[in-house]
């Protein structure tokens, strides 16, 4: 989602005659894109902004800018008390950044965390910042109405909006023609996308459908899905569309019931196995996986159990695993009570890692001698003489290169596999 921003805000940029560079001493200009779902996430970003702190000192003409989902909760510690800070924008103000950088310019500090019930950046078209030309992101709505209890994103990115199928359906057809071999649609919940075009209403299950047909030779991907929204239909079109991928991420969060309610979650443990069968029915063969909050309020040990008799009754191919931090203006910040000692929230976190570990070894094992079709990223990182890519089902395989090059697709053979790599070669 950052990165998807990020590349937003470059674009807007170098409309207006900036210009991008790897090098951060080079940088006239630094920008941080921020994310608050974590707390971690933001001691980090503290640390950074320290660090280029320090870099003014050496060049007092350089700006710092906040920018995303921190930027309204932390403007006034960070610019007023701390003096970190020249420029603030939030998630929906980056058209206003080139405005904003000409105030900084004549010696004010600039501000603009306004968040739209509209603006979904249609318009713009990315500029793709570190990519390797092969996969891109592309946003197709923003915002969050959701409101998970332990969620800031309702209260960091406001309302919920889709962005114009037409243009979403364009940028893959221009990222097709540049040699881009693979998308991934971003939402934080993607199943609930809806526009209205005249009299036709496009559900995401139409829109997965009209940008598959770009090219069958184009992959798409997407996430994330609530399991509450994750409809049969949409299951079907995965189903009847090779270039959709097999892959599907449906965040469970826990397995237990009591937990799910008071995190607002809106399904039941039941109510997500349902969902597991209809995709396994569905779509077979298709990978899953998930994200996983551990120690969120008055979780027992029994509710950890269920979480953990979940995981393995589903099998994840993969897992994003977290310790619950509470985050202000949350319900639960509000309303509960994170009182679950942290040495307990690392020993569960631990016992999960573990069991997903266990789990994605177990699920990767059984691909040995079946043979998978390639999308290839990039050389690996181990070897000159490697490549790596992808499956369908998300899984990344290395394999000896051979004369095809990143964006094609060739058949892989596994004969090896470790929890997080498929091991092959080209048949
Ligand atoms: N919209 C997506 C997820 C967005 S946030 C969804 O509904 O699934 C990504 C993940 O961060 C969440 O799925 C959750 O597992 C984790 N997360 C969010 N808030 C958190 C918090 N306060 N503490 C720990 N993990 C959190
Ligand atoms: Fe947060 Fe829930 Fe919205 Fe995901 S669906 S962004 S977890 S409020």
């Known amino acids: 989602m950052n990165v998807s921003d990020s590349e937003i805000v470059a674009s807007i940029l170098t409309d207006n ?36 702190k320090s870099l003014r000192k050496k060049r007092p003409e350089l700006i710092i800018g906040l920018l995303g989902c921190m930027a309204d909760r932390t403007k006034t510690a960070l610019m007023e008390e701390e003096q970190l800070l020249d420029l603030v924008a939030g998630p929906d103000s980056y058209r206003h950044l080139p405005q904003l950088l000409a105030q900084v310019g004549s010696g004010q500090k600039a501000i603009d965390t306004i968040l739209s019930i509209d603006e979904t950046y249609a318009d713009i078209t990315p500029v ?39 243009s979403i359906v364009r940028e893959t057809r221009d990222l097709y023609e540049k040699g881009y071999r693979e998308v991934t649609l971003l939402g934080q919940n993607v199943n609930s996308y809806h526009w209205k075009n005249g009299d036709e209403v496009i559900t995401f299950a139409h829109l997965l459908e009209k940008v598959a047909q770009v090219s069958p030779m184009m992959r798409i991907r997407f996430a994330t899905s609530h399991p509450k929204d994750i409809s049969d239909d949409l299951l079907l079109a995965i189903g ?32 997500y196995m349902d969902r597991i069968q209809a995709i396994r029915r569905i779509i077979p063969g298709c990978a899953i996986s998930t ?19 979940l995981m393995e009754w589903v099998g994840y191919d993969a897992a994003y695993m977290f310790k619950y931090s509470e985050r202000p203006q949350t319900l639960a910040a509000d309303t509960l009570k994170d009182n679950v000692a942290e040495e307990i929230k690392e020993r569960r976190l631990t016992e999960i890692i573990h069991l997903q ?55 892989v053979k596994i004969s090896g596999a470790t929890s997080a790599t498929l091991l092959g070669e080209v048949v």
Not at 135 to 156: D, K, L, Q
Not at 380 to 409: E, I, L
């Open 128 to 166: 793709r910042i570190d990519s390797n030309g092969v996969s891109a992101f592309i946003s197709i709505m923003r915002g969050c109405e959701n409101y998970c209890s332990y969620c800031v994103v309702p209260s960091t990115r406001g309302q919920e909006r889709s962005r114009d199928a037409g």
């Open 17 to 52: 005659g900036y210009e991008n560079t790897p090098e951060v001493t080079l940088a006239d200009i630094v920008l941080v894109n921020t994310c608050s779902i974590r707390e971690n996430a933001e001691d980090r970003v503290r640390k950074r902004l320290h660090y280029f």
């Open 291 to 309: 994200d996983i909050i551990t120690g969120f309020c008055s979780e027992t040990e029994e509710d950890h159990l269920e979480t953990l008799s």
């Open 357 to 411: 570990q266990k789990l994605s070894l177990d699920n990767n094992r059984k691909e040995i001698g079946k043979t998978f079709e390639i999308l290839i990223e990039g050389k690996s990182k181990r070897s000159d003489d490697q490549y790596f890519g992808r499956s369908s089902q998300n899984k990344v395989a290395v394999f000896t290169k051979t004369n095809a090059v990143p964006g094609d697709y060739v058949h």
């Open 240 to 271: 009847r569309n090779s270039n959709l991928c097999k892959a599907i991420h449906l965040p469970v969060q826990s397995g237990s019931n009591h937990m799910l309610g008071l995190m607002n979650r809106k399904y039941t443990r039941e109510d």
